[in-house]
Nanobody
Framework: QVQLVESGGGLVQPGGSLRLSCAAS????????VDWYRQAPGKERELVAS???????NYADSVKGRFTISRDNAKNTVHLQMNSVKPEDTAVYYC??????????????WGQGTQVTVSS
């Protein structure tokens, strides 16, 4: 069993910064990829950022240059640093990970989500 827990969400003013965290626990052999998704009311869930094999990163055009995804190996945690936030960044942010739970067994997991609200 693998669990992903997001934290760090809250209310922030436009132009401000926020750091989200995704902590993984359970029986994890290795991590292939971690993604951050977000979903606003009435909108489809969209991919925001990804980190693959703890190195390669990818960002949606809407956040590129403002958001940074990174990992903390010591705590089995991935962060999303959000800078220069805009009202359109308001959404529930979800962590998604593809992990190896065995030598040849890979599965994906979702966190419960954390609310980010950008408003003055």
């Amino acid at each position: 069993q693998v669990q992903l827990v997001e934290s760090g969400g809250g209310l922030v003013q436009p132009g401000g910064s926020l750091r989200l965290s995704c902590a993984a626990s359970g029986s994890i052999f290795s991590v292939n990829a971690v993604d951050w998704y977000r979903q606003a009311p009435g909108k489809e869930r969209e991919l925001v950022a990804s980190i693959i094999n703890g190195a390669s990163t990818n960002y949606a055009d809407s956040v590129k240059g403002r958001f940074t995804i990174s990992r903390d190996n010591a705590k089995n945690t991935v962060h999303l640093q959000m800078n220069s936030v805009k009202p359109e960044d308001t959404a529930v942010y979800y962590c998604h990970a593809v992990v190896a739970v065995g030598a040849l067994t890979w599965r994906d997991y979702w966190g419960q989500g954390t609310q980010v609200t950008v408003s003055s």
